[in-house]
């Protein structure tokens, strides 16, 4: 897997995943909240698939 996913990208995955996880706990209290893992799981790991589908990242490329 290639990183397809820079800082700013990840800061804000990492924002709208613990957003949406504390919606669980917090607030409406509803288990879509669990959607968060998701942005949060490829903020962590630097790799989207949906982004692969598309051909798009934000990661810059070494070498390039």
Known sequence: MQ????????????????ALI?????GP????GWIGLIPLITAIVG???AYALIGFGTCKQEGK
């Open 47 to 49: 790799f989207c698939p």
């Open 29 to 32: 209290k509803t288990p879509w």
């Open 3 to 18: 990183c397809n996913v820079g800082g700013i990208d990840r800061l804000l995955r990492v924002i709208v995943g613990v």
């Open 22 to 26: 504390a919606m669980v706990f917090v």
